[in-house]
């Protein structure tokens, strides 16, 4: 995700610490693998796009070793944070803008602490400690890597984020470091299944709390399910939608690899402009309770027509 996509999206209800009610979408477990190849990976999951967990992928990283919460603390607690909450997308919260900010070693106190809904999203701490780059490498599981922009995810036990995909459409690779995370994936072919608003990236279903009797078409949709612990990484395949439940507070680390071609270049403009552009323009236009209305009423309506 870029920062273009935001919080805007983080909308969703779950109390924190209150266990979500996923049995009851339609998820398969995900494929795991202690140990494999970036050629079997390649051929296997890159290639076709199945998203699977494996470990391989961080095992060489310093940052295995290095990276816990009382590191960061006494390394780099001083660094201002911006924190984020769930904030529903039709409550007028601003595109990207944040619900506070505080010294980073107070949010890992928080964290630790206990249940919180208070998440750092999209966290680029590599532009105020760059030396953090040197405790973990872009790894031969892609073949291309957006250096600049690795990112980190800290939640808090009980904090959710909610269903999205990606709209910069990169492939991610999502690795876990400290507690637990439920990662829910769905493929871009289920989108309108998912009910996903015009324009955006986004939809209005709480994945973690699914309401069958508003959406309906929610429960055709085939998606997968995997719990990622310390060592794990997801590979998310471009366009996945993604929903992050956390079990225990924690955090992880997204490196990115950018879609190529020609076709996957353009997709990415359409999505980025129809977010930018399209969603802006007629968030203006109408306003932004009547435009998230609507965009409601039109994923409802295309979710009725699915055969
Ligand atoms: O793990 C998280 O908190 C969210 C991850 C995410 O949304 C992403 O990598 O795009």
Same mark, same amino acid.
């Given at each position: ?23 009851? *979408?339609? =998820?398969?477990?995900?494929?795991? #693998? ?5 050629? +079997? !990976?390649?051929?296997?999951? @890159?290639? $076709? ?70 998440? *750092?999203? =999209?966290?680029?701490?590599?532009? #105020? ?5 040197? +405790? !973990?490498?872009?790894?031969? @599981?892609? $073949? ?85 612990? +310390? ?77």
């Amino acid at each position: 995700m870029t920062e273009i996509s935001s919080p805007d999206q983080v909308h969703g209800v779950a109390v924190a610490g209150s266990e979500p009610a996923q049995s009851q *979408l339609n =998820l398969g477990t995900l494929e795991r #693998h202690d140990d494999i190849s970036p050629e +079997d !990976f390649y051929t296997k999951y @890159f290639k $076709p796009r199945r998203p699977v967990v494996f470990r391989s992928f961080s095992k060489a990283w310093p940052a295995r070793e290095q990276w816990t919460l009382d590191y960061f603390r006494e390394a780099h607690g001083d660094i201002m944070v911006p924190v984020y909450e769930e904030a529903f997308a039709d409550s007028g919260a601003a595109y990207g803008a944040s619900d506070d900010r505080m010294p980073f070693r107070e949010y890992l106190d928080l964290i630790e602490a206990g249940p919180t809904r208070k998440r *750092l999203f =999209l966290f680029n701490i590599f532009k #105020h400690a760059p030396e953090l780059c040197g +405790d !973990f490498d872009f790894p031969r @599981f892609a $073949p291309k890597w957006a250096r600049r922009h690795p990112f980190m995810f800290f939640g808090g036990q009980g904090s959710h984020v909610d269903a999205h995909f990606d709209v910069d459409m990169s492939h991610v690779f999502l690795t876990q470091f400290h507690g637990t995370k439920r990662v829910v994936l769905y493929g871009p072919e289920w989108s309108n299944h998912l009910y996903r608003h015009k324009f955006t990236v986004s939809h209005n279903v709480d994945l973690g709390n699914p309401d069958f009797d508003r959406y309906p078409r929610l429960a055709d949709a085939k998606g997968y399910e995997c719990i990622l612990e +310390d060592g794990d990484t997801v590979y998310m395949p471009s366009g996945y939608w993604h929903y992050v439940y956390y079990e225990t507070g924690g955090f992880s680390l997204a490196l990115r690899s950018p879609i190529t071609g020609p076709a996957g270049r353009m997709h990415m403009l359409y999505r980025v402009l129809a977010l930018t552009v399209g969603d802006y323009s007629m968030t203006k236009l109408l306003g932004q309770k009547r435009w998230y209305a609507k965009k409601e009423e039109m994923a409802q309506r295309k979710a009725d027509r699915l055969p």
